[in-house]
């Protein structure tokens, strides 16, 4: 009981001290130590079980391990389509051709291309950042809203959706013998809702600021906007289609890897046809770099916090009730699967935990795989964009240079409800249709 009272406790703080803007270097790993003493985990040395320090620096060092790279050359990408001008291009392009009005769905839009693309979804804020900044401004809407646009067209809809490439959609197959299409024709009507609905909230929320005073403040940290010929649009969009295609095509034999070589030939891409339109390019590298290891430094701390969590009896007995609700599978699997991603603010953390429980269970019972398959994966993507979640923070603090208390509650309508919704949807048409 200590051990759960703890854990809760712990992520309860966590939540909250984010949501206050506290250093997650320290919020997080207070928060994990008081995890750990109310489990009886051992802060250094124990005769059973890893201690606090080796469990926490695992999680924190293994996420550093596998991202940095791609956190880099992200970060670099969207830096030197900031200082060469090309996101610029891009934004004025757009905006005289589909005007104002528009501006939201292009950045919805160019995100979603990226994730269903292959791009990994931490990476698409960085490339997309620069072109919503500078459409947002000339739009003259309220910044805050940018993480919400970034995160709706990168983790709702297309992050979850039969044939993404993402992680959230390929962990299943290992489990459940399925395709990453398992049910496509269910998973298009709730893209499709889920996309119309969150557009239509996304549009509303931000004409209800609009009208209530509010618009783009400019920052000192922001991009110098200086008089100067900007690069044409096509080279902004083709070191973004190199990206793309990249990651697409070499997915499927170098998978997570693939990423690497793709931001790298997006990198290489910009410097070789926009060389002459750097105004700073050491400058560009070296807040480039700064960058990434803010961000990659923010979610590690969070991972860490998962680790530790994942370490203690309370978690381990709330995986074992989770995984044995009774009833319909698709229901207890769906229930399961989103608690477990909320409490590791991880939505691939809560399927690798989950599944390996719940998927030779409900399979036993006649559960039909690639019914499981979807629904695991649409619940993933729900309650595990909460305040801590490692890319909700990256993307609000470290990339776009929010306040949890400004740009939250817009991002959770759309990650949080909207994905709620799509659950109920998915579990609807198959239960009941």
Known sequence: MLSLLGLIGALALLIGLTLRGVNLFIAAPLCALIVALTSDIAIFNGTSGQPFVSLYMAG???????WFLMFLLGSLFGKFMEDTGAADAIAHYVIGKIGMKYAVLAVVLACALLTYGGVSVF???????????????????????IPAVLAFGSVTFTMTSAGSPEIQNWIPIKYLGTSPYAAWQESLVVAIFMAGLGYMLLSWMIRRAVANGECFVARQD?????????????????????????????????????????????????????????RNLSQAVNLGTTGALVAIGNTAAVVGFGAVAKGTPAFNEAVALMTSIPGNGLLGAAIAVSVI?????????????????????????????????????????????????????????????????????????????????????????????
């Not at 804020?125 to 809203?145: C, E, G, T, W």
Request: aromatic share 8%.
């Open 60 to 66: 924190f060092a293994g996420f550093l391990q596998a």
């Open 123 to 145: 990476i698409v804020a960085f490339s997309v950042y620069p072109m919503a900044l500078s459409l947002f401004k000339d739009a003259n809407l309220p910044r805050r809203f």
């Open 222 to 278: 922001d991009p110098e906007q200086v008089q100067r010929r900007l690069p044409h649009p096509i080279t902004g969009l083709l070191p973004l289609l190199v990206v793309l295609i990249l990651s697409f095509t070499l997915h499927g034999a170098l998978q997570q890897n693939a990423l690497i070589v793709a931001l790298l030939g997006g990198v290489l891409t910009i410097l070789a046809i926009n060389f002459k339109h750097f």
């Open 341 to 433: 991603a909320a409490l590791t603010g991880s939505a691939s953390g809560g399927q690798a935990i989950a599944l390996p429980l719940v998927a030779p269970h409900y399979l036993d019972l006649g559960v039909d795989a690639n019914q499981l398959h979807r629904v695991v994966a649409i619940s993933s993507g729900a309650l595990d964009t909460l305040p801590h979640n490692g890319y909700v923070v990256t993307t609000v603090r470290a990339i776009c240079g929010e306040k949890h208390q400004d740009a939250y509650w817009p991002l959770a309508v759309l990650t949080v409800l909207v994905p709620l919704l799509g659950v109920g949807l998915i579990l609807g048409l198959f239960i009941w249709f």
